[in-house]
C-alpha cells in the first residue's frame, strides 16, 4: 500500500528535477541575445552587424546577420570577410550550444584567442585569413568535437603543431597554411583517423612525412608543398580516396611510390622541385581521371608512362628538368582535354606523334632542350598560343599553315635544322609576341609586311642565311624590345626608323650592312650592336665601325696619330707593353660579353608563375608606373589570376665593372633570402649584359608617404570593382610603424647577416592590400660584415644596382 505512491512520488520528483535542471543549464532567448548585443558592442558596432538589435521578440535567430539558431539556441556565428576589427572575447563561450564559429577573413588581432578552447561544444572553428599572434597551445586538444579547422594566413609566432592535437579524433578537415609553422609534423597527426583535408603548405616545416600519413583511410587531400620536408614520400598507401596531393617545393628524395598508380580518385598529382629519382610508375594515369601531373624539377628517368591519360581528362603534364627521355607516349594522340605538354630539358628523341599537333585545347607545347627531331606538320592546332622546340633537331620548312593558330604568342624554333624561307603567311599571326629561329639555316628574306606583328617583343632570327635588306616595317613595332639578326646576308643601309624602337637589346653584328648608323644607337650603350659589317660607320670610336668623316680629313687624323704613336714608340717601349696588356685583358672582356649578352638569365628565389618572357613582353608604356634617372618602374599582371608584379627594369650605362657585378649578384643572392611578412620580397632576377629587372611583390596601396604627404584619402578599387575611400586612420598607422618596427628589427637582428637598410623614410615604407607596412628599396642597404671594421660598410656604399630610380 506504501509502495505505489513512494513511487509516484519518485517519478513526480524526477520530472521536476529534470525540468528544474533544464531550466538552469540553457539560456532563454533573452540571455542568449544579451551575449550577442555585449559582442556588438565590444567590437565598437560595426557596420556589418548593425542588424543586431534589441528586440523584445527575441528575432536573433530570424534577422540577425550571422546567426544561425537551432531549435530557437544559437548554435552558429558566421562573420565572414566583414571588416571586423578587434579581439574575439571569452563570454562568446556563454553561447553553450555553439557548434560553429566562421570569422575567416577580418582583421581580428592579439594573442590567438585560447579562451574558445572553453566552448567544448565546437564542431567547425574557422579563424583563417586574420591577424592573431602568439601560439596556439597544447590545449587545442581539449575541442574534442571539432571537425573542420582552418586558421591558415595568420601572423603566429613561428612555433610547432601542438602534440594537442592528436587529441582531435574527429578533425576531418585542418588547415594551416602560411602559419608560421616549424619543426616536423608530429607523429601524432597519424592519430587523426578521421582526417579528410590537410593542408600545411607554405610553411617552414622540415623532417620527414610521417609514415602514416598515407595511410589515413578517409584522407582525400593533401597539401604540404613550400615547406623543407625531407626524406622519402611513404611507400605505404592505404588513403585510397587520395584525389589531390601536391607535395612540391620540398627537398623529398627517393622515388614516387608505385601505390600512386591504383589510386582510383587521383585528379592531381603535383610533387614538382623535389629530390626524387628512379621512374615514374607505370601505372600513373591508368586507373584514374588524372588532369594534372606535375613532376618537374626532379631528378627522374625512364620514361612517361604510357596511360597518363588514361581517364581522357588529363589537362596539364609538366615534367620539365629531368632525366626522362624515350619517346612522347602515342597514347597522348587521344587525350584531347590536353592543354599543356611542358617537357623541357630532358632527353626525350624520336619524332611528335603527328596526332599530337592538333589536339583542340592545347595551349602550350614547351620541348625545349631535348632531341626531338622530324618535320612540323603543314597544320598546327588553331588554340595553340606557345610553341617552344629550341634546340632540338627539327628539319624541313617552316610551315605556311602555321598561320591557322591565330593565337599563337610565341614561337620558339632557335637552333633546330629548319630550312626555307620565313613564310609570308607567318605575318598572319597578330598575336605574335616572340618569334625566335635563331641558329636554323633560314634564307630568303624577311617579309616586308611584318608591320601586322603589333604585338611583337622580340624577334631573333640570328645565325641564319637570311639576305635581302631589314625592312622599314621593323621600326614600326611599337613593342619591340629585343632585335637579333646577327650572323646573317642583310645588305642594304639600316631603316632610320629602327632607331625610334626602345630597344634593349639589338644585334646587327656580322652582317653586310652599309652607311650611318642611326644616331639613336651612335653610343656605348650599342657598341656590340654592329660589329663585322664592312660598310657601316659611326660617329663614336667605341662602336668600333669605321668613322662618318670624309676620307681625306680621316686619312689626316690618321697621320698625326701615326706620329703621335712613333713619338710614343720612341720614348717608352714600356708602355707598349702596358698597352699591350690593356688590349688583351679588354678583349677578353669583350669576348665574355658578347657570349653573355644573348642571353636573359633569370635568377628565381621562389617557385614563380611566370617566366623571363611574361615579364619582358610586358615592359611598355602602358605598364610605367614609375621612372627616374637609373630606370623605370612597370606593373606586370602575371598569370591568369590576375596578380601583378613590380619590375624594376636598372640600366646598365656602359660597361659595367666586374667587382660591382659580382657584389650585385651577391647582394641579390642575400635580399632574395629575405623572407619576412613586412619585407616586400623579392622574387627574381632577369639580367643580361645590358639591362637588370628586378622583380618583386607588387604593393597595390603604394607607398606610406603617398598617404602622409600625398591626398589624404584615395580611391581605392576594391576587389570587386567598387570603389571606395579610405582613410589612414590611427590603428592603421600603429600598425604599419609597428610593421616596419618588426622588418627593420628582423633585418638587423634575425638575418644570417645582419643588414642595415640606411634609407629609411616613408616613401620605402611600401603597403599591401592590407595595409601592413613592407619595407623597401634596398637603395642602400648595406650587409653588416660582422667581424670586419664598420668602416667596411662606407665602400659598399652607393653600389650601383641599388640605386632607387627617382
Ligand atoms: C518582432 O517584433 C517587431 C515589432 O515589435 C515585428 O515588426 C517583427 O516582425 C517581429 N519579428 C518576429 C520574427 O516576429
Ligand atoms: C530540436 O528539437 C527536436 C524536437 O524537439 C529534436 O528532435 C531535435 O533533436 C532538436 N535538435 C537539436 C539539434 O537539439
Ligand atoms: C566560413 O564562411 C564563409 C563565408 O560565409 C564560407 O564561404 C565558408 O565555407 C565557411 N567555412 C566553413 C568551414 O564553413
Ligand atoms: C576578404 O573580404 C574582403 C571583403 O571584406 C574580400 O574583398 C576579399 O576577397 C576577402 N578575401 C578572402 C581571401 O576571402
Ligand atoms: C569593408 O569596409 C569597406 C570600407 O572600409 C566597405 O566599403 C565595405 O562595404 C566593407 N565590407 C563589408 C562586408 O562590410
Ligand atoms: C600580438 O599583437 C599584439 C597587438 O595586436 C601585441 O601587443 C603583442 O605583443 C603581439 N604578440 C606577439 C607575441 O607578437
Ligand atoms: C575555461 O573554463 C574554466 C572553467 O569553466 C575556467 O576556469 C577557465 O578560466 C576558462 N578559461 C578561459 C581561458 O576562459
Ligand atoms: C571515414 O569515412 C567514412 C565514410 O564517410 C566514415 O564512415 C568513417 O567513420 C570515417 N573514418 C574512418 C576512420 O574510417
Ligand atoms: C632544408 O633542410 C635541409 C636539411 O634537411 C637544410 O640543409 C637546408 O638548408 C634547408 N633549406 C632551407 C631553405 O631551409
Ligand atoms: C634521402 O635523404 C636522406 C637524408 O635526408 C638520406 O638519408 C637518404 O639516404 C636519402 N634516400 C635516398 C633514396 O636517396
Ligand atoms: C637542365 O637540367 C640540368 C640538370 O638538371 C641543369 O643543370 C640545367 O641547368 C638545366 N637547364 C635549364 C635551362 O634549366
Ligand atoms: C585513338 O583512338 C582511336 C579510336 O578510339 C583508336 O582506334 C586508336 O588506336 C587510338 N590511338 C592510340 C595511339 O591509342
Known amino acids: 500500500m506504501s509502495k505505489l505512491p513512494s513511487i509516484y512520488y519518485q517519478i513526480s520528483l524526477f520530472f521536476f528535477l529534470s525540468l528544474t535542471s533544464h531550466q538552469t543549464l540553457s539560456l532563454t532567448q533573452n540571455e542568449e541575445q544579451s551575449i550577442l548585443l555585449k559582442l556588438k558592442q565590444h567590437w565598437y558596432s560595426p557596420p556589418s552587424i548593425q542588424s543586431w538589435t534589441p528586440s523584445s521578440n527575441a528575432s536573433q535567430c530570424d534577422t540577425w546577420t550571422g546567426i544561425t539558431c537551432t531549435n530557437g539556441t544559437v548554435t552558429a556565428i558566421s562573420l565572414s570577410n566583414n571588416n571586423i576589427t578587434g579581439k574575439i572575447p571569452p563570454f562568446i563561450c556563454n553561447l553553450e550550444k555553439l557548434v560553429e564559429i566562421n570569422f575567416s577573413n577580418n582583421s581580428f588581432s592579439g594573442e590567438f584567442p585560447r579562451s574558445l578552447y572553453n566552448c567544448s561544444n565546437l564542431e567547425i572553428f574557422v579563424l583563417h585569413h586574420n591577424e592573431f599572434n602568439g601560439t596556439l597551445g597544447a590545449e587545442i586538444g581539449h575541442l574534442t568535437n571539432l571537425e573542420v579547422l582552418r586558421l591558415d594566413y595568420n601572423d603566429f609566432v613561428p612555433g610547432t603543431l601542438p602534440l594537442g592535437f592528436g587529441k582531435l579524433k574527429k578533425l576531418r578537415y585542418l588547415s594551416m597554411t602560411s602559419s608560421n609553422l616549424i619543426g616536423e609534423i608530429p607523429e601524432s597527426v597519424v592519430d587523426l583517423s578521421n582526417l579528410e583535408h590537410l593542408d600545411l603548405s607554405k610553411n617552414d616545416l622540415r623532417g620527414e612525412i610521417p609514415q602514416g600519413l598515407l595511410s589515413l583511410t578517409n584522407l582525400t587531400n593533401l597539401y604540404l608543398y613550400n615547406n623543407n620536408l625531407s626524406g622519402e614520400i611513404p611507400r605505404l598507401i592505404r588513403a585510397l580516396n587520395l584525389v589531390e596531393i601536391d607535395l612540391s617545393t620540398n627537398s623529398l628524395n627517393g622515388s614516387i611510390p608505385e601505390g600512386f598508380g591504383d589510386l582510383k580518385y587521383l585528379k592531381y598529382v603535383s610533387l614538382n622541385a623535389n629530390k626524387l629519382s628512379g621512374e615514374i610508375p607505370e601505372s600513373i594515369g591508368g586507373n584514374s581521371k588524372l588532369q594534372v601531373f606535375d613532376v618537374s624539377k626532379n631528378g627522374l628517368i625512364g620514361k612517361l608512362p604510357e596511360n597518363l591519360c588514361g581517364g581522357n581528362v588529363l589537362v596539364r603534364i609538366a615534367a620539365y628538368i629531368n632525366n626522362l627521355g624515350g619517346e612522347i607516349p602515342r597514347s597522348l594522340v587521344n587525350c584531347t582535354s ?469
Open 338 to 806: 590536353l592543354m599543356s605538354i611542358v617537357l623541357y630539358n630532358n632527353s626525350f628523341s624520336g619524332e611528335i606523334p603527328s596526332g599530337l599537333w592538333s589536339l583542340n585545347n592545347l595551349r602550350s607545347f614547351g620541348i625545349s632542350k631535348n632531341g626531338f627531331s622530324g618535320e612540323l606538320p603543314d597544320r598546327l592546332t588553331s588554340s595553340l598560343r606557345r610553341l617552344r622546340i629550341s634546340n632540338n633537331s627539327f628539319s624541313g620548312k617552316i610551315p605556311s599553315g602555321m598561320s591557322f593558330s591565330k593565337d599563337l604568342a610565341i614561337f620558339d624554333g632557335s637552333g633546330n635544322y629548319f630550312s626555307g624561307k620565313i613564310p609570308l603567311d607567318l605575318t598572319k599571326l597578330e598575336n605574335l609576341l616572340t618569334l625566335a629561329l635563331t641558329g636554323n639555316s633560314l634564307s630568303g628574306e624577311i617579309p616586308s609586311n611584318i608591320i601586322s606583328w603589333k604585338s611583337l617583343t622580340t624577334l631573333n632570327l640570328g645565325s641564319n642565311m637570311i639576305t635581302g635588306e631589314i625592312p622599314r616595317a621593323v621600326g614600326f613595332l611599337p613593342d619591340l624590345l629585343e632585335l637579333d639578326l646577327s650572323g646573317n646576308r642583310l645588305s642594304g643601309e639600316i631603316p632610320s626608323e629602327i632607331g625610334h624602337l626602345k630597344l634593349a637589346y639589338l644585334n646587327l653584328s656580322s652582317n653586310q650592312l652599309n652607311g650611318k648608323v642611326p644616331h639613336e644607337f651612335d653610343n656605348p650603350t650599342f657598341d656590340s650592336s654592329f660589329l663585322n659589317n664592312y660598310g657601316l660607320c659611326a660617329g663614336n670610336p667605341l662602336l668600333k665601325l669605321g668613322s662618318c668623316i670624309s676620307k681625306t680629313h680621316n686619312s689626316r687624323i690618321l697621320s698625326s696619330l701615326l706620329i703621335m704613336v712613333i713619338i710614343v714608340l720612341a720614348t717608352t717601349i714600356f708602355l707598349v707593353a702596358v698597352f699591350f696588356a690593356i688590349f688583351v685583358i679588354r678583349g677578353h672582356r669583350k669576348r665574355k660579353r658578347e657570349r653573355d649578352i644573348c642571353v636573359w638569365k633569370l635568377t628565381a628565389f621562389q617557385t614563380l608563375e611566370f617566366d623571363e618572357l611574361n615579364i619582358l613582353s610586358n615592359l611598355t608604356e602602358n605598364n610605367l608606373i614609375g621612372s627616374g634617372s637609373s630606370g623605370k618602374v612597370y606593373r606586370v599582371s602575371i598569370g591568369r589570376s590576375g596578380k601583378s608584379v613590380a619590375v624594376k627594369k636598372i640600366w646598365n650605362k656602359g660597361e659595367l665593372d666586374q667587382e660591382l657585378e659580382k657584389e650585385f649578384e651577391s647582394e641579390i643572392q642575400i635580399l632574395g633570402t629575405i623572407k619576412h611578412s613586412n619585407i616586400v620580397k623579392l622574387l627574381c632576377c632577369i639580367s643580361n649584359e645590358i639591362s637588370k629587372l628586378l622583380v618583386y611583390e607588387y604593393m597595390v596601396n603604394y607607398s606610406l608617404d603617398r598617404w602622409l604627404h600625398g591626398k589624404a584619402r584615395w580611391s581605392l578599387a576594391s576587389s570587386s570593382g567598387s570603389v571606395y575611400h579610405v582613410v589612414l586612420d590611427w590603428p592603421r598607422r600603429l600598425q604599419i610603424a609597428i610593421g616596419a618596427a618588426q622588418g627593420l628589427s628582423y633585418l638587423h637582428h634575425d638575418c644570417s647577416q645582419p643588414i642595415i637598410h640606411r634609407d629609411v623614410k616613408s616613401s620605402n615604407i611600401l603597403l599591401d592590400s592590407e595595409f601592413n607596412a613592407r619595407i623597401a628599396d634596398f637603395g642602400l642597404a648595406k650587409k653588416l660584415v660582422t667581424l670586419g671594421e664598420p668602416d667596411t660598410i662606407s665602400i659598399i656604399a652607393g653600389s650601383f644596382g641599388y640605386i632607387a630610380p627617382g
